[in-house]
């Protein structure tokens, strides 16, 4: 056991529910995530994970439980409260501005009560994904769907989180540029110590980065462990390691 394994975790969520009117997305859910982990959440689609992402984001709020970030109850805070405890989303389907500059973009993502650090931010962000700084004054919109999510993970870095959520960073992109962006995710994981929550059905390649995943199905955690551990286990390798998908 590491001594990462004993702290008390960065993000907390115990038992918490969320419903969409009288759809129940999630059902008691618990997961951890420590300081310096990368941990994965793995489901099927339309299994909850987008749901837990945005619940702990605060919209859409949880119905039961809690959520605790370094202690501090964000169950019911607003969105924007959240945010300024520096938790960072790359939601799914990248949701760049298409209209903007990727300077404008990334902008955006940088504290606005704080802009000493932005030309040095800004510089790190593009010495990981350098295609961004040879494309800094082009639209969003006219990015490929590789270059928009390296967009999208990189405005989510302008803010120095503490903890980058990421919602399926792979979802239609080809093998190649999917090595590239978690190559990336884990390097600022080993070097800087980035903690990251990554929600993916990209099973093979999320499992490989993570050190600790969860499997989701139906709104509830229904397997645990390392990302090795999981990657073993034949009920995961049956059910998301279907023949192609890595
Ligand atoms: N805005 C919404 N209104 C009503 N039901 C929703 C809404 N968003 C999601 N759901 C339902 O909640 C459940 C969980 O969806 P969610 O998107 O969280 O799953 P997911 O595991 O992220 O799937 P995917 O990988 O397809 O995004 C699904 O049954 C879905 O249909």
Known sequence: ?????????LLSVRGVETHY??????????????????????GANGA????????????PRASAGTILFDGIDI???????????????????RRIFPRMTVFENLQMGASITDLSHFDEDL???????PVLKKRSAQRGGTLSGG??????????LMSRPRL???DEPSLGLAPLIVKQIFEVIGELNRVEGLTVFLVE????????????????VNGSITMSGSGSELLAREEVRSAYLEGGRH
């Open 1 to 9: 056991m590491s001594a990462a394994d004993s702290s008390p975790p």
């Open 201 to 216: 059905q990209n099973a093979y390649h999320a499992l490989k980065l993570a050190h600790r995943g969860y499997v989701m």
């Open 164 to 166: 980058l959520l990421l």
């Open 48 to 59: 909850g994970k987008s749901t837990l992402m945005m619940t702990i984001c605060g919209n």
């Open 147 to 156: 270059e928009q999510q390296m967009l999208a993970i990189a405005r989510a």
């Open 123 to 129: 510089e790190r962000v593009y010495t990981l994904f």
């Open 21 to 42: 009117g009288k759809i129940i997305a999630l059902r008691g859910v618990d997961l951890d995530v420590r300081s310096g982990e990368i941990v994965t959440l793995i």
């Open 75 to 93: 169950t019911r805070m607003p969105t924007h409260e959240i945010m300024r405890l520096r938790i960072a989303q790359s939601p799914e389907g």
